[in-house]
């Protein structure tokens, strides 16, 4: 998990100086996002530890513009997603999507100019697939991005060396749910969330 959380953060920036020759529409919009990204961490402004909140504040606003929350929140919920009333899958999806912002976005600022090399973009209908190569200093690291198009591309999981983020969670919450309630699991994610906020490492949601 430590290895996903830093490959994906670092990643998501390294996307900004790929090497691609040419892209497509799901392609354009992940690195319209990026550019984003890229900005805030350049900005002089935003530099330092007492700049810390501002950033995570602006890093998760343009999260929010590019990865669908909702989509990653049901698919890693699968068939439990079910079980949870309207009213408990909004509040999923928005303590979800914190405890993802806390655990992964805050990594962008761990960005050492990794290259990236955009290998492939598959589209079939409303799904895209893109496979990229992370150019690091001592191995290439594969990084895929799956994405679906509601209104317009968003992102719904990264997969990181084979390694499934919806999956990965998926696999958490199925072994939670299993022993526990629906109300147990929410409690879970804000009781990770509250220990990352308190500065403390957090690897999953299973482990206590």
């Known amino acids: 998990m430590k290895k996903i959380a830093f490959v994906f953060g670092v990643l998501l920036v390294a996307l900004a100086v790929s090497t691609a020759a040419f892209a497509g529409e799901p392609e354009n919009r992940l690195k319209a996002g990026i550019d984003k990204v890229i900005a805030i961490l350049s900005d002089p ?48 999806v928005t303590i979800f ?40 200093k001592d191995k290439t690291v594969p990084i895929n991005y799956i994405m679906i198009k509601h209104d317009q591309w968003m992102v719904y999981d990264v997969v990181i060396e084979g390694v499934s983020l919806v999956k990965n969670y998926r696999t958490q919450f199925s072994k939670i ?18 220990s990352l906020d308190e500065g403390k490492n957090v690897d999953d949601v299973v482990g206590k």
Do not use: C
């Open 97 to 136: 999507s914190e405890l993802l912002q806390k655990t992964y976005v805050r990594k962008l600022e761990k960005f050492n100019n990794e290259k990236v090399e955009y290998v492939k973009e598959q589209v079939d209908g409303d799904q895209a697939f893109i496979s990229t190569h992370v150019l690091m």
């Open 177 to 194: 749910l299993s022993r526990e309630t629906s109300d147990a699991l929410l409690q879970r994610i804000k009781d990770k969330i509250k």
């Open 45 to 92: 402004a935003m530099k330092g530890p007492a700049k810390h909140l501002e950033r995570q504040r602006r890093l998760r606003a343009v999260a929010d513009g590019f990865f669908d929350w909702h989509e990653l929140s049901r698919r890693a919920l699968a068939e439990s997603w079910r079980k949870y009333t309207p009213k408990q899958q909004e509040e999923f």
